[in-house]
């Protein structure tokens, strides 16, 4: 059934890529001088066989706990929209008994497994639900490194669990590794990586050694709220080809600025949160920073937001980068490409086409 589904996604995968073109990277105005353009991946046209897993099989999680799984898991529960997410990725979806919190309000799941939207809560990272996930007898249960103290309790009640920590490009490949070999999907999970991979270094190219400007990432909350280089947010910016202005903060989660800093780093654009509560308009007109480049300039824009939130460790965070590529160097990286990948990664791995990108 894996194989059946997979390999369907992947004819929609080639049809799309045959539509992209290998043009799509370079802007209309900029077509005449550019060298090379990027090239949009999914995934390879043809499936790969599955390797076999075989249990028990022992893995090490992303706390370094060694877990081991005693038969292949057939019931999963995820208290982890990250995880959730990349199981619907590995096609593993009808698996899943039990989701986070607030699930019915992600649209990524509206559009690519509507059925898990109305599947028993197990709670949050602030407030698992240790008995209610116990109660579905899930085989598997996965979650977020951050609730490493109840891991012992879930454990108590003969649940087998597995912790996981995407919070850079790395990591967030070692977490697909360690769930597809959970869950018998490997040669999926590898396909996955490439894509991503793929698509990155076709980023990197079509860039080259356009200067890098310097970027601001705001928070959700507040635009006096920015992302370090120990924050997620800090790879976007690097792999879209820009410095990050608050290099130097050393926060490990949103760390707080004044206007005066802002204005000390004078970035040449500001990039808002995806799921941020203020909007563009709201930081244009901020007299606050009308002293700053990116302002004087109209460089203020807000990642996409329209599917998921890109500016987390999702396997569609790479598309985040893809986005502010185009924004950074539109003359290197259009529009156009940041909707070609966005199209054959949905439709690969989320089986659905976007009918908006931003």
Not at 169 to 193: C, H
Not at 194 to 206: K, P, T, V, Y
Not at 324 to 350: K, M, N, R
């Amino acid at each position: 059934m894996k194989m059946t589904k997979m390999t369907a996604l992947l004819l929609a995968a080639a049809m799309a890529l045959t539509a992209c073109g290998s043009t799509a990277a370079v802007s209309s105005e900029a077509a005449a001088s550019a060298t090379a353009a990027p090239e949009v991946t999914a995934s390879p046209e043809e499936a790969a066989v599955e390797p076999a897993v075989t249990y028990p099989l022992t893995v090490t999680d992303q706390l370094g706990r060694e877990v081991t799984i005693e038969t292949e898991p057939k019931t999963l529960a995820s208290g982890y929209y990250i995880s959730t997410s990349l199981l619907i990725a590995l096609g593993v979806q009808d698996e899943l008994v039990g989701v986070e919190a607030k699930a019915d309000k992600r649209t990524i799941y509206s559009l690519s497994a509507p059925e898990l939207q109305s599947l028993p809560s197990i709670g949050t990272a602030k407030e698992f639900d240790l008995e209610g996930c116990a109660a579905l007898t899930p085989d598997l249960v996965i979650v977020p490194a951050k609730l490493k103290d109840s891991i012992p309790q879930m454990e108590e009640l003969g649940l087998t669990v597995l912790a996981v920590k995407p919070e850079d490009q790395d990591k967030l490949y070692g977490a697909i590794d360690l769930l597809a070999q959970a869950t018998n999907t490997v040669a999926r999970g590898e396909e996955l990586k490439s894509a991503i991979e793929d698509n990155l270094l076709s980023l990197r190219e079509a860039i080259g050694d356009a200067e890098a400007p310097t970027v601001y990432m705001a928070g959700n909350s507040s635009v006096l709220q920015t992302a370090g280089p120990a924050m997620y947010q800090n790879y976007m910016i690097e792999n879209a080809g820009g410095l990050n202005a608050a290099a130097s903060v050393e926060d490990t989660y949103w760390a707080e600025v004044s206007y005066e800093q802002v204005l000390d780093w004078d970035p040449d654009y500001i990039i808002l949160a995806s799921d941020a509560d203020y909007d563009v308009d709201s930081v244009l007109n901020d007299a606050a920073l009308a002293d700053c480049t990116a302002v004087k300039e109209g460089h203020v824009y807000q990642l996409p937001h329209a599917i998921e939130a890109v500016d987390s460790p999702v396997p569609g965070s790479f598309l985040g980068s893809v986005y502010l590529g185009s924004v950074l160097h539109p003359e290197q990286v259009s529009e156009q490409f940041y909707h070609d990948c966005a199209d054959a990664f949905y439709t690969t791995y989320y089986g659905f086409t976007p009918a908006s990108y931003e």
